[in-house]
């Protein structure tokens, strides 16, 4: 079974476009995480929800806004696409300052 | 601030060569650290990990030693395979606080047969 999903794997889009990426966990755990990686593979912290409530917001457009339904979901809505948003996006959950595991990414391509 | 500097690559070795990935980390507090690897095309998986100094954690071969006094977390492995190639990352975890996990740029490593 799939511990960490994402939807979905690719996405490729115009600018100004408004899109959604969907995570879902199934192990329990109580923290979610949505990372971005770069083209040269960097990897950023972007959110972090812990029960539903957002714990980090680091300096990210607010274009990009998390939703957290429930403990086992986290969702990213990015409201009116740039160029430089293509990027990796990753899921990640842990039980509180636990072990990440990481969901497989989202590839977004912007046009 | 807390931050993670790993050697550039690409680390480009023949199979059986002894890998080291050099990682250095600047951190208040005292860090739990890790490194994650990336096979191409899929998300992160934990590699190993430790938490105090001077532990050692080993896993599939490789091992890494966290070192207090030269603040380092270098990654090791006797006998690099071909399916070894992927992306390694070293991270930074301060406990307490806001729970953030800091990554380094990664390594890329490549070995040919």
């Known amino acids: 079974d799939t511990a960490v999903s994402q939807t979905p794997k690719y996405l490729v889009t115009q600018m100004g476009n408004d899109k959604s990426i969907k995570c879902e966990q199934n192990?329990?755990?109580?923290?979610m995480y949505w990372y971005k990686q770069d083209s040269k593979k960097f990897l950023k912290i972007m959110f972090s929800y812990n029960n539903k409530e957002l714990i980090i917001n680091e300096t990210v457009p607010n274009r990009f806004s998390p939703k957290s339904p429930d403990k086992a979901h986290l969702n990213l809505h990015i409201n009116s696409l740039e160029l430089g948003d293509s990027a990796v996006y990753f899921c990640?959950?842990?039980?509180?300052?636990?072990?990440?595991?990481f969901g497989p990414g989202t590839r977004l391509t912007v046009l | 601030g807390n931050s993670v500097t790993q050697m550039e690559g690409p680390v480009t070795l023949s199979e059986e060569a002894f890998l080291t990935i050099n990682c250095t980390y600047t951190?208040?507090?005292?860090?739990?650290l890790f490194w994650y690897v990336q096979y191409p095309g899929e998300g992160l998986q934990l590699l190993l990990k430790a938490t105090k100094a001077d532990d050692k954690g080993s896993n599939k071969g490789f091992e890494a030693t966290y070192r207090k006094e030269t603040t380092s977390f270098h990654l090791e492995k006797g006998s690099v395979q071909v399916s070894d190639s992927a992306v390694y990352f070293c991270?930074?975890?301060?406990?307490?606080?806001?729970?953030?996990?800091?990554f380094g740029a990664g390594t890329r490593l490549a070995v040919h047969p």
């Open positions: 951190a208040t507090g005292y860090p739990s």
């Open positions: 990640a959950s842990s039980q509180s300052q636990g072990e990440r595991f």
């Open positions: 192990l329990g755990h109580d923290t």
């Open positions: 991270a930074l975890l301060i406990s307490g606080g806001y729970n953030k996990l800091i």
